[in-house]
């Protein structure tokens, strides 16, 4: 009878070098929402609400428009254009977080019995938030981020 419960095959480490990089990926999204953040509730903007705020609250304003995701009070004072820019970054960021649970979970379980395929799934994934990033920056089109769909929703 076998010692062994269970063992991982030796390409396992592609499977976590994937799921890797895939969290790194989202991570350095976080600093293009801030840059986002710092165009479009700068300072002069934000004033417009530091008297309502500090009456209300009682607290100083918070920087950079928090907490305000795109849909709330301070955006709603913002240009079509700023708040469309702005929603876009902040939309991208946020959908890669909404999906990297299930996709980090399902490719290091999947690995664990099938590292190969989890890895290409992974990998495909990968290309497809780079694809829909890029997109997202040089076209902020709805239709054209649709290129991306296919190889992200792996």
């Not at 089109?141 to 929703?153: E, L, V, Y």
Request: charge should be positive; proline fraction near 6%; glycine fraction near 8%.
């Amino acid at each position: 009878m076998s010692t062994e419960f269970f063992a991982v095959s030796t390409d396992y480490g592609l499977v976590i070098l994937t799921s890797a990089a895939l969290a790194i990926m989202c991570f350095s999204l976080g600093p293009t929402v801030i840059a986002s953040r710092r165009k479009h509730f700068n300072k002069e903007f934000m004033d417009q609400f530091r008297e309502e705020h500090q009456r209300e609250i009682g607290e100083p304003l918070p920087d950079l428009g928090f907490p305000d995701i795109g849909s709330g009070r301070y955006s709603a004072k913002l240009s079509y254009k700023s708040w469309f820019e702005f929603n876009n970054a902040q939309r991208t960021h946020q959908n890669f977080i909404e999906a990297l649970t299930v996709v980090i979970s399902c490719t290091l379980t999947g690995g664990l019995r099938f590292p190969i395929p989890a890895t290409i799934i992974g990998g495909l994934h990968f290309i497809g938030r780079l694809i829909y990033i890029c997109l997202l920056y040089t076209s902020p089109s709805p239709r054209d981020r649709q290129k991306s769909r296919m190889p992200s929703s792996a």
